[in-house]
C-alpha cells in the first residue's frame, strides 16, 4: 500500500485573495485553495512527472471554509498504473483539533501527452 505524501502551506492572514472575499467573513476561494494543491504538487518531482504540462482536474469538492491565518496539509497519494492522483486538503486553523479540518478533496488525470 502506498503511504499518502502531505506538505503544509501557510496561508498568510494578508494574502490579497481574502480581499472583498467576503467582507465581515474572509475566506480562501477555491481556486487560490486549487492553485496552492498545483504549487505542492509540481515541487514533488514524481507528482510532476506523473501529470505532465496541462493535468486535468477531473472532480474537487469544497468541503469547509478556509480562513485567514490557517495552515493547510495537502495530501496525494501516489497513483497506480492508469490510476488517478488523489489529494486532500486539510486546514489548521486557531480551534480545530489536531487532525485538522478537511477542506476539500479532489482528483486529477495526467497530461494527455504522458499517458
Do not use: I, N
Amino acid at each position: 500500500m502506498v503511504e499518502p505524501r502531505c506538505v503544509r502551506v501557510a496561508v498568510p492572514r494578508d494574502h490579497p485573495a481574502f480581499d472583498g472575499h467576503f467582507p465581515g467573513r474572509p475566506l480562501l476561494p477555491g481556486v487560490v485553495l486549487l492553485a496552492q494543491v498545483f504549487e505542492v504538487l509540481r515541487a514533488d518531482p514524481e507528482a510532476a512527472a506523473w501529470l505532465g504540462e496541462v493535468p486535468r482536474l477531473s472532480a474537487v469538492k469544497f468541503v469547509a471554509p478556509v480562513p485567514p491565518g490557517a495552515d493547510l496539509d495537502v495530501c496525494w497519494t501516489p497513483p497506480g498504473d492508469g490510476g488517478r492522483l488523489r489529494f486532500e486538503v486539510r486546514q489548521h486553523a486557531p480551534g480545530d483539533d489536531a487532525a485538522g479540518v478537511l477542506a476539500a478533496t479532489g482528483q486529477l488525470d495526467a497530461s494527455p501527452a504522458v499517458r
